[in-house]
T-cell receptor, first 118, second 113 residues
Framework: AQTVTQSQPEMSVQEAETVTLSCTYD???????LFWYKQPPSRQMILVIRQEAYKQQNATENRFSVNFQKAAKSFSLKISDSQLGDTAMYFC???????????????FGKGTLLTVNP | ETGVTQSPTHLIKTRGQQVTLRCSSQ?????VSWYQQALGQGPQFIFQ???????GRGNFPPRFSGLQFPNYSSELNVNALELDDSALYLC????????????FGEGSWLTVV
């Protein structure tokens, strides 16, 4: 069974500073994707960044980047130049590709509530 | 804006009743999934539909059922509601294929009293 663990229930950061959210996962699969989703108070789950397991290069999206350590099964999210609008619940999620090569289900962690303070 | 719309936004039901939640997928998306998110938890996979057939199911009892229509819209039905069914129900749509982005709706908040 696949599991995703986020060990930081809450974090806070000052505006313009950098923060790193942690995520570890457990799987026996070799072909999978990892994601960070953001869920603001509006409840809309928004994709922040994704990482293909077969790619060694860490994904980046503007102020967001990941540190993907496949052997350690670790997938942390770094937010640079934090903004007030980054305040939200952040979920780490995992999906593996079944034998048909199709998406199946996302497995989520319990989330980290990030608060950006002015 | 993800193009995935859900209705209703909020609803309150009594234990034992039945509820239907609706989802309109992003245009062209042929795969829809439903997730249950209890307060303070991450979403849990309920089931997925592809081309109107159930394509996978999480650890939910048969009283959770669904439909996908030819236009790829979808319904989640829950019978014999229990208090623990109180949660945010999220619909997610995507194209079927490896690693395609999955888009979520804003959810339907169900309260069972």
């Amino acid at each position: 069974a696949q599991t995703v663990t986020q060990s930081q229930p809450e974090m806070s950061v000052q505006e313009a500073e950098t923060v790193t959210l942690s995520c570890t996962y457990d799987t026996s699969e070799n072909n999978y994707y990892l994601f960070w989703y953001k869920q603001p108070p509006s409840r809309q789950m928004i994709l922040v960044i994704r990482q293909e397991a077969y790619k060694q290069q860490n994904a980046t999206e503007n102020r967001f980047s990941v540190n993907f350590q496949k052997a350690a099964k670790s997938f942390s999210l770094k937010i640079s130049d934090s903004q007030l609008g980054d305040t939200a619940m952040y979920f780490c999620a995992f999906i593996f590709l079944n034998s048909g090569g199709s998406n199946y289900k996302l497995t989520f962690g319990k989330g980290t509530l990030l608060t950006v303070n002015p | 804006e993800t193009g995935v719309t859900q209705s209703p936004t909020h609803l309150i039901k009594t234990r034992g009743q039945q509820v239907t939640l609706r989802c309109s997928s992003q245009s062209g998306h042929n795969t829809v999934s439903w997730y249950q998110q209890a307060l303070g938890q991450g979403p849990q996979f309920i089931f997925q539909y592809y081309r109107e057939e159930e394509n996978g199911r999480g650890n939910f009892p048969p009283r959770f059922s669904g439909l996908q229509f030819p236009n790829y819209s979808s319904e989640l039905n829950v019978n014999a509601l229990e208090l623990d069914d109180s949660a945010l129900y999220l619909c997610a749509s995507s194209f079927r294929g490896p690693g395609n982005t999955i888009y979520f709706g804003e959810g339907s908040w169900l309260t069972v009293v």
